[in-house]
């Protein structure tokens, strides 16, 4: 089995993964500014982290997996300027900032628990750490790398860069490309130069949230929260920084910066980026009417979806695509992920009811072994290629055929030898289950109906009516049930 390559932004390659200290391994992922619903493309960019660190700890590493959540700083414009968009949300709704805070949060943490996402080890918010930011403002200032002007402080950009470092290295953008980019600009207010971003900014009378500071009363820029918190949990050096492709520029750029400045090295060794979502090939936007919510894709009230999707549809589809390429949603798309996922969920149930059948008579079959052993290596050299889920999902299907093969009495148990089939069993519970994080899912809605229905085939099976036996069965079987498994799970379904 190859080694786990990640694709590092900042080296342009796939690189083989060394973690800083064996067996550990520091994780930070740039989380919501929760002042409105998480939207998809949040979800593919968590997704993506979730897999990653159920895959490490499946090879071994202990994880100390770190989430941010943005509750103050983050302006309208995702620059110096504008709005915060926390307050600018309580203003229109005529709540306290913090009332606005909790109510998305809490919408955040459902959404992410609909999709079986792992919760991060720590969850820091950007408020609970407004100390750390104010005493690494201070740092920078000392380190003349930041400048105070009219109680606002600036990050000095040609400073840093005169010092030997490289601003836009992550981007690929040119720092010359940059400012002439920007020196068409009307002037560029309280800074020395349009590139140099905010540490901490003045607040002005209005502004809802705000603390006091060696500068006056302000709060903090965005960039400055991640910086603060990805090292005082993971160290001035850290393993993996992750996110969504749109933070690479400014964010994370400044990021890098920000933790070079303070600390003398670069902050992070491999940093990871995921792709955006498209509708029907067309960018997800609320100006194009093309985007939409979680819960309306669960509940499909949505005008351009057709019909529901669930939850564990809607993963599975994701992890279709790999994380850095672009995944168009369609109702095509989905429809398919619907039935893939729903095979592979027959196959664990086939798996869970299967023991292995010994048969002295029956030799075992090198091809057959072979192409399960060469389908269980394809699943994992698909995660160790930069987390190709795509591929390691192909190699299920493979392990899938031979499962049907044996329930269906087409293949014998004593084909593939003991320690073959319970590995073959392992390997696809432990892909399904721990490494991809698909579940059964449970319709509450549906459940009355299935009681219902399992009432009418029992009445029917004592009355020997077997034609209407096989009606329910018929319907059943549409919905990817199986009979005798509906006592214990009632299962998330809808009509093909």
């Known amino acids: 089995m ?109 959404v992410l628990s609909k999709f079986n996402f792992l919760p991060p080890s720590i969850e820091p918010t950007a408020t609970g750490h407004i100390v750390e930011q104010i005493e690494a403002v201070k740092a920078l200032i000392e380190k003349g790398l930041a400048y105070e002007s009219n109680g606002s402080v600036y990050f000095d950009i040609e400073k840093y860069n005169q010092n030997g470092q490289d601003y836009g290295k992550l981007s690929g953008r040119i720092l010359e490309d940059l400012l002439s980019e920007t020196r068409d600009l009307d002037g560029v207010g309280e800074k020395r130069n349009p590139l140099d971003f905010a540490l901490w900014k003045k607040a002005a009378p209005d502004h809802l949230m705000r603390w006091p500071s060696p500068w006056g009363l302000g709060f903090p820029g965005w960039h400055l929260e991640c910086t603060c918190m990805s090292t005082k949990y993971l160290g001035t050096q850290f393993d993996i920084h992750g996110g969504g492709m749109d ?43 093309n985007s939409f919510l979680p819960n309306e894709l669960f509940a499909g009230s949505h005008h351009l979806l057709e019909q529901p999707y669930s939850p564990m549809t809607t993963r599975f589809f994701m992890l279709q ?78 392990l899938l055929k031979k499962i049907n093969q044996l329930y269906m009495g087409q293949s014998q148990f004593a084909q593939l030898g003991a320690e073959v089939f319970e590995k073959l069993k392992a390997t696809y519970l432990t892909f399904f289950l721990d490494i991809l994080g698909l579940k059964e899912e449970r319709n509450e809605a549906f459940e009355p109906l299935v009681n219902g229905l399992l009432d009418l085939y029992r009445d029917f099976k004592t009355q020997k009516q077997y034609d209407k036996v096989d009606q329910i069965r018929s319907v059943f079987k549409q919905n990817g049930l199986v009979i005798k498994d509906l006592k214990q799970r009632i299962d998330w379904a809808y009509e093909e």
């Open 321 to 398: 695509s790999q994380y850095r390429s672009t995944l168009d949603f369609s109702n095509e798309a989905l429809k398919a992920a619907q039935k893939g996922y729903k095979r592979l969920l027959n196959g664990l149930r086939l798996l869970r009811e299967m023991e292995y059948v010994a048969d002295e008579s029956v030799s075992i079959d090198p091809k057959q072994v072979e192409e399960i052993e060469k389908a269980i290596a394809g699943a994992y050299d698909g995660m160790n290629d930069d987390l190709n889920t795509a591929v390691t999902i192909a190699n299920l299907f493979t």
């Open 247 to 289: 933070l690479k520029f400014p964010h994370h750029e400044c990021e890098i910066a920000q933790g070079t400045g303070l600390n003398g090295v670069s902050p992070v060794k491999y940093w990871m980026h995921s792709n955006m979502l498209t509708v029907n090939g067309q960018k997800m936007s609320k100006s194009l009417g």
């Open 2 to 110: 190859q080694s786990l390559k990640i694709y590092n932004t900042l080296t342009r390659e796939k690189e083989v993964f060394q973690p800083l200290h064996p067996t550990h391994v520091g994780l930070y992922v740039c989380g919501p500014t929760v002042y409105n619903y998480v939207h998809l493309g949040n979800v593919r960019t968590f997704l993506t982290f979730d897999v990653l660190v159920r895959y490490l700890r499946h090879i071994g590493y202990q994880v100390r997996y770190v989430r941010n959540l943005t509750d103050v700083g983050h302006l309208t414009g995702d620059s110096d300027e504008g709005e915060d968009k926390i307050g600018r949300m309580a203003r229109l709704e005529k709540l306290e900032p913090m009332e606005i805070v909790h109510r998305y949060t809490d919408d955040f943490h459902q």
